[in-house]
């Protein structure tokens, strides 16, 4: 790529070589997204266990949601969590970089992982505390398996990011 190419990374612009900082946001992205589903549906509940409708409309209406909303958030929380996946390994093949930055990725992947495992602990506690576990499989198996989910998008990412050098030379 020559040295006019523009940048195209979302999180990171004219950054050579950024595709774990940019892993870090998307994950940090996730968990406040997982953490406000986690709260709406704390706010649901309540307003649905006082039962304060009178109105069968109103009831029906509520009826609803308190039984779509998980599903919904849970679907909307993995479908956002693939495109982020799949946008950040197809950018991470704009960026420019230098294999010497292959070395300093794998310590910024120990760092991530750290952070990983905070967050998803974070989460699970704060789900088990709500007991919203089986509300919501889809999240809290992927907060379980974070830092495995964060091993698999940095290692797809690194691929994007220096395969490229081979077939560029």
């Known amino acids: 790529m020559s040295k006019n190419n523009k940048?195209?990374?979302?999180?990171?612009?004219n950054k050579k070589?950024?595709?774990?900082?940019?892993?870090?946001?998307?994950?940090?992205?996730l968990f406040i997204l997982g953490i406000t589903g986690l709260v709406m549906y704390?706010?649901?509940?309540?307003?649905?266990?006082?039962?304060?409708?009178?109105?069968?409309?109103?009831?029906?209406?509520?009826?609803?949601?308190?039984?779509?909303?998980?599903?919904?958030?849970?679907?909307?929380f993995i479908?956002?969590?693939?495109?982020?996946w799949i946008g950040s390994a197809i950018l991470s093949y704009f960026i420019d970089s230098h294999p010497a930055f292959f070395v300093f990725s794998f310590v910024l992947l120990i760092i991530l992982i750290i952070v990983g495992a905070v967050m998803g602990n974070a989460f699970q506690e704060f789900n088990e505390d709500l007991g919203f576990e089986?509300?919501?499989?889809?999240?809290?198996?992927?907060?379980?398996?974070?830092?495995?989910?964060?091993?698999?998008?940095?290692?797809?990412?690194?691929i994007a990011l220096f395969a490229k050098l081979g077939v560029e030379s």
């Open 134 to 158: 089986d509300k919501f499989p889809m999240m809290t198996f992927f907060y379980d398996h974070l830092v495995l989910f964060i091993v698999g998008m940095v290692t797809t990412i690194l």
């Open 79 to 84: 479908t956002i969590l693939v495109m982020f």
């Open 17 to 29: 070589g950024n595709g774990i900082g940019d892993t870090l946001v998307v994950f940090l992205i």
């Open 42 to 76: 704390l706010a649901v509940d309540s307003i649905y266990q006082e039962n304060l409708f009178t109105d069968p409309v109103a009831k029906e209406s509520m009826d609803n949601l308190h039984e779509r909303q998980p599903s919904t958030f849970d679907g909307m």
């Open 7 to 13: 940048n195209l990374s979302v999180f990171s612009k």
